[in-house]
């Protein structure tokens, strides 16, 4: 407000006002001023507006997240928009689609990448306006952030490592005399694939050993292909680590093809329906099950968090479970959800 420069009085009654706006504002008007969450921006309502940015849901796990996000914003009537790239590659559509979404009145952004950098423009635009970022899944490149200025609120995932050290302990375990065994990994270069493999060789006793590894795109029948080729260059290969349920479900027809159900042993990473009945049915030796319905559910309680000012956790594990036959019954009634325990922080926060 500019200076009222036409005598006392009226400086007395620009006073006044400007007093009885500032004890309306302190009555309060239905909404609640938040601090800065860590690593974020503030929202300044009780209620967010969200919007999500993930990945292609012509794959079940992106489906799975999706539905998460849905029940968490039905059961708290807190309006989400949720958009999805094209295909689990569409790294430049998917970018254009949080370009986009940038533009409008979203208070909390909750964003999946591609790649740890494909959605780095978008990002920067959002964290200059001050909004809250919420980060699920795949993470963002650390210095790629730092380089643009991106902020993040939190970030929410599987610990990638230790879902691979779980499957090379399992692995391990069925093959006790030893053996090769190949890496079937998803996109060259992509940061979870990467930590799912090392963890996997982490993982393994001193008998087995990493043999080959190939990248197959994430897609069943790019992994059925190259797992065709490793059976018929490497005859006594004992077993495939598969770095999502998808292209495990490839690899585990490419075993029964070659009459090695059983003999080859397959291990992969997700959890996604299809794969847990392979597991009860015998033709998938054991999944790791990670809980994209959780951590869809977790990141729109994180963003319910922030619009009250909570400040949120900076990284937070998602739930983790090794399904194998002995098990698959339990964690098939409890799918979507984890058939056991975990902690979900953003509870206690948005009571």
Avoid at 129 to 135: L, M, S
Avoid at 171 to 197: C, F, K, N, Q, Y
Avoid at 229 to 241: H, N
């Amino acid at each position: 407000m500019m200076a009222n420069t036409r005598g006392r009085r009226t400086a007395a009654l620009s006073a006044v006002l400007a007093a009885g706006a500032l004890a309306l504002a302190a009555c309060g008007s239905g909404e609640t001023t938040g601090t800065t969450p860590a690593g974020g921006g503030a929202s300044t309502t009780a209620t967010p507006k969200i919007a999500a940015v993930i990945k292609g849901l012509d794959n079940p796990f992106f489906q799975t997240m999706k539905q998460g996000m849905d029940d968490q914003a039905a059961t708290a009537k807190v309006p989400v928009t949720v958009q999805a790239a094209n295909a689990i590659t569409d790294t430049t559509g998917q970018a254009d689609k949080l370009n986009g979404l940038a533009g409008q009145d979203f208070s909390c952004y909750v964003i999946n990448p591609i790649s740890g950098t494909n959605l780095i423009q978008g990002l920067a635009q959002l964290s200059a306006q001050n909004k809250t970022v919420v980060n699920i899944d795949s993470p963002i490149d650390a210095a790629a952030a730092k380089s643009a200025d991106v902020k993040l609120a939190t970030y929410i995932g599987t610990d990638n490592v230790e879902a691979g050290k779980m499957a090379g302990r399992r692995m391990t375990e069925l093959l006790p005399g030893g053996g090769e065994v190949a890496a079937i990994g998803g996109i060259a270069g992509d940061v979870t694939s990467g930590a799912r493999i090392d963890g996997f060789q982490q993982g393994l006793g001193s008998g087995v050993k990493v043999a080959q590894t190939v990248a197959a795109n994430w897609e069943r029948q790019t992994a059925l292909t190259a797992a065709t080729d490793v059976l018929q260059a490497r005859p006594g290969l004992a077993g495939f680590f598969v770095a999502n349920d998808d292209m495990g479900l490839g690899v585990a027809r490419a075993v029964a093809n070659a009459g090695k159900t059983g003999k080859v042993k397959v291990i992969s990473v997700d959890g996604i329906k299809d794969a847990l009945n392979a597991v009860k049915a015998g033709t998938l030796d054991g999944t790791v099950a990670q809980y994209p319905y959780a951590i869809g559910l977790m990141g729109v309680e994180a963003c319910q968090a922030a619009a009250t000012g909570k400040t949120l956790p900076a990284n937070v594990k998602a739930p983790v479970e090794l399904v194998t036959k002995e098990n698959a019954d339990k964690a098939l009634a409890a799918t979507p959800k984890p058939f056991g325990s975990y902690d979900d922080p953003f509870t206690s926060l948005i009571k």
